[in-house]
């Protein structure tokens, strides 16, 4: 006779997954300590700088669709842009990924190419025992990174007006999503968003002898909490087709902001390859001013189609208010932003032996008019995207690992009343483990 014995919790983490988180935290202590630009655009002055956006490699390659994803291959994939959809995850899921992207500024006829590389996310996933997830993680939430100069004249005197920025904003989050029924679930985002920027203004006199630059260093540490929200319609249709519908948004909470300003006198230098020591250093118009930073609220709508693991397209349009976005008492102008998204992926054959059949191939093309508006001229932005998954091999039963890349091929601004075009190619690398940890053997 066969006697079922208690059962207990599975113990025997792979060796591998216990290196894979020890990397992960590795990585997430240099991601929070890190305040470097990865961006080279002069639209990153206003605000916070330029938004990432909660999106990882596998939703970046559709376009940056989200609201609406539920489901997407068989792999478990984490899909911070709505919360609710935690609530689908059915294995441990770990994605930790990089960033880079080149970027060719044009203005007139003048070019300058720049390129930057970074960390950008590091996610865990986790089922719970009833229909229901967590996650949470670290990836940027803004970055800052530009340099230009303005010549001018002052009477006879050559004078260059500079203006500089660099840093950013991190975003840590710990979410929650429950599935209420067979078809709504719902999910929050809580997030801790924190960071320094820096901004450089200074006033130079190229050659001049005897003449003092004046620079001005304007350093602004925020922090605050922000809260995001989602809900997701699923239903199932015949022939392994199924319609997800979302609705994810930002509650608008304020952050805090510190700020100081430093002045700095400098001896100009007789040729441009000579730099010489200051005079002296001395505090700007403020000192250690506090004050708070108006977030806007967001919203998107969105949706996606599937079928089974072999297809999925979707949409998403959004909307934010940033008109209400100011620093203290200061407005500095921005205007709503909207926007819309559509992609979708392939993947011809999962049960296929054949290895270019079980590969995810993703594409789509997505539309921003930006906050950012100059002289009456909206900065827009416009991209298209392609990106791959590929699936490796499993080394030990129960984990799945897959390699996800994403380009984004994009335009912002233009040459127009003498504004700045910015065309960029970004790419993200993600890697991503499924495991079954936390499961009960049973044994007779």
């Known amino acids: 006779m066969h006697h079922r014995i208690p059962t207990y919790p599975d113990t025997n983490m792979h060796i591998t997954s216990k290196a894979f988180i020890l990397l992960a935290l590795l990585l997430a202590s240099t991601l929070v300590h890190a305040q470097r630009a990865t961006t080279s655009s002069p639209y990153s002055r206003f605000g916070l700088g330029e938004i990432r956006g909660d999106f990882l490699p596998q939703t970046r390659a559709m376009g940056g669709i989200g609201t609406g994803v539920r489901y997407l291959s068989g792999y478990g994939n984490i899909n911070i842009a709505n919360p609710a959809s935690y609530s ?22 003048l070019s300058e190419d720049s390129y930057n590389f970074s960390l950008s996310h590091i996610n865990f996933g986790i089922p719970l025992g009833r229909p229901g997830g967590i996650s949470f993680g670290i990836m940027p939430f803004s970055d800052v990174g530009y340099s230009y100069a303005i010549p001018g004249m002052i009477d006879t005197t050559s004078i260059r007006t500079v203006y500089a920025g660099e840093g950013g904003t991190t975003k840590a989050y710990f979410g929650y ?38 620079r001005k260093d304007n350093s ?19 022939n392994n087709v199924s319609l997800t519908i979302g609705y994810s948004g930002t509650a608008g909470t304020p952050l805090n902001a510190r700020a100081s300003q430093v002045v700095t006198r400098t001896p100009t ?27 806007p609220m967001k919203h998107s709508l969105g949706f996606s189609v599937a079928k089974g693991n072999n297809w999925m397209v979707g949409g998403d349009v959004n909307y934010a208010k940033w008109e209400n976005y100011s620093e203290g008492n ?55 995207t392609v990106g791959f998954g590929f699936p490796l091999p499993s080394l030990f039963g129960g984990s799945f690992y897959k390699i996800n890349f994403a380009t984004e091929f994009g335009q912002m601004g233009t040459l127009s009343n003498n504004l700045v075009r910015e065309r960029y190619i970004n790419f993200n690398l993600g890697f991503t483990l499924n495991d079954r940890w936390f499961r009960r053997t049973p044994y007779d």
């Open 88 to 109: 689908a995850l059915q294995l441990t899921t770990i994605d930790v990924g990089v960033f880079g992207n080149v970027t060719q500024l044009s203005k007139n006829q």
């Open 177 to 214: 999503g429950i599935q209420i029924n067979k078809n709504f679930s719902v999910g929050v985002n809580t997030s801790y968003i924190f960071g320094t920027l820096n901004d450089i203004n200074s006033v130079e006199f190229p050659n001049d002898v005897g003449a003092l630059n004046i």
């Open 220 to 238: 602004k540490y925020v922090n605050g909490f922000s809260f995001d929200y989602g809900v997701q319609y699923f239903k199932p249709f015949k």
């Open 269 to 295: 230098s007789v040729s441009d390859d000579e730099e010489n020591l200051p005079l002296d250093t001395i505090p700007g118009d403020f000192g250690d001013r506090r004050y708070q930073i108006s977030m």
């Open 330 to 384: 200061d407005n500095p102008g921005l205007t709503d932003s909207y926007g819309f998204a559509i992609g979708g992926q392939i993947t011809p054959d999962v049960t296929s032996v054949r290895y270019h059949n079980v590969i995810d191939y993703r594409l789509g093309f997505k539309y921003n008019k930006t906050y950012i508006n100059i002289d009456n001229q909206d900065i827009n932005q416009m991209a298209v």
